[in-house]
Nanobody, 131 residues
Framework: QVNIVESGGGLVHPGGSLSLSCKAS???????????VAWFRQAPGKERELVAS?????????YEDLADSVKGRSAISRDKSTLDLQMNTLKPEDTAVYYC????????????????????WGQGTQVTVSS
């Protein structure tokens, strides 16, 4: 069973920073496994969009991807079972529910992973950027 739990959301002033943490566990992760972990976000009335992803091949990070909307002010990192998303210089348009997701494949044929590629999802955590 794959378990995904997000934490770290909240209210942040414009220009501030936020760190989101995703604790992911289950049989699709680990040494010699191919898998993908990612952060997505969904604002009211909008489609769920990719924020960042890391694709793993044989258990090692193979390809990291950041969406253009957060590139240069965000970073993603994985340590054992935790996937962290650090976001800086936050803007009101970053307001959304942020979801951590995973798939039991490396998705190497994809230039960029999409929500439909992911198999497992967390419950989401709200991020609000407002003064």
């Amino acid at each position: 069973q794959v378990n995904i739990v997000e934490s770290g959301g909240g209210l942040v002033h414009p220009g501030g920073s936020l760190s989101l943490s995703c604790k992911a566990s289950g049989p699709i992760f680990g040494t010699y496994k191919d898998y993908t972990v990612a952060w997505f976000r969904q604002a009211p009335g909008k489609e769920r969009e990719l924020v960042a992803s890391i694709r793993f091949k044989t258990g090692r990070p193979y390809y990291e991807d950041l969406a253009d909307s957060v590139k240069g002010r965000s970073a993603i990192s994985r340590d054992k079972s935790t996937l962290d998303l650090q976001m800086n210089t936050l803007k009101p348009e970053d307001t959304a529910v942020y979801y951590c997701a995973a798939a039991g494949r490396a998705l190497l044929h994809r230039s960029r992973v999409t929500a439909s590629d992911m198999e497992f999802w967390g419950q989401g955590t709200q991020v609000t950027v407002s003064s």
